[in-house]
T-cell receptor, first 115, second 111 residues
Framework: AQSVTQLDSQVPVFEEAPVELRCNYSSSVSVYLFWYVQYPNQGLQLLLKYLSGSTLVKGINGFEAEFNKSQTSFHLRKPSVHISDTAEYFCAVTPLRGGADGLTFGKGTHLIIQP | KAGVTQTPRYLIKTRGQQVTLSCSPISGHRSVSWYQQTPGQGLQFLFEYFSETQRNKGNFPGRFSGRQFSNSRSEMNVSTLELGDSALYLC??????????FGSGTRLTVV
């Protein structure tokens, strides 16, 4: 079984400041990792994913994340946030064994951008 | 390329009734999974279907069921609705070799 911990339920940041949203996972097998964003009354939009290869992954809207296997972490970063980045962010994992297990999500981090 | 389509977007039902939600995956995606999102429990995996077969199920009571048709469209059914079933139900499709793409969800309110 897998579990995902998002260490901060809420992160307030001033506009144009950098931000890091933290994600740690636990799994007995290798996993794929994902970050999703959810705007109010909408579904989940994929920001980025780590499947294999380079541990630094770049996604949409200027976000990037770094996979650290030894620390079982997949923290999300953005060097300069915009008011439109205000949303709920979810880290998720699924086992490498080719589907059927669905995604295991963290509880989410609410990113609040202050002008 | 059309995305994942979920219908209806909003639904209000009475306790004890049953409900059926529909999900049309991205063309070519044969895997469909369902999730329940509530403020208290967050996002929880319900079940996953591939080629009309349920391959895995989350920790939900038997009142929650689903199926997948030969064209990969999927439905989920909740019988004997309870107030606690009020949630956003999300469907995701996947080609299995890549990530999951989500629909906009169905907001179910049980009164």
């Amino acid at each position: 079984a897998q579990s995902v911990t998002q260490l901060d339920s809420q992160v307030p940041v001033f506009e144009e400041a950098p931000v890091e949203l933290r994600c740690n996972y636990s799994s007995s097998v290798s996993v794929y990792l994902f970050w999703y964003v959810q705007y109010p009354n909408q579904g989940l939009q994929l920001l980025l994913k780590y499947l294999s290869g380079s541990t630094l992954v770049k996604g949409i809207n200027g976000f990037e994340a770094e996979f650290n296997k030894s620390q079982t972490s997949f923290h999300l970063r953005k060097p300069s946030v915009h008011i439109s980045d205000t949303a709920e962010y979810f880290c998720a994992v699924t086992p490498l064994r080719g589907g059927a297990d669905g995604l295991t999500f963290g509880k989410g981090t609410h990113l609040i951008i202050q002008p | 390329k059309a995305g994942v389509t979920q219908t209806p977007r909003y639904l209000i039902k009475t306790r004890g009734q049953q409900v059926t939600l529909s999900c049309s995956p991205i063309s070519g995606h044969r895997s469909v999974s369902w999730y329940q999102q509530t403020p208290g429990q967050g996002l929880q995996f319900l079940f996953e279907y591939f080629s009309e077969t349920q391959r895995n199920k989350g920790n939900f009571p038997g009142r929650f069921s689903g199926r997948q048709f030969s064209n990969s469209r999927s439905e989920m059914n909740v019988s004997t609705l309870e107030l606690g079933d009020s949630a956003l139900y999300l469907c995701a499709s996947s080609p299995l070799t890549d990530g999951y793409t989500f629909g906009s969800g169905t907001r179910l309110t049980v009164v």
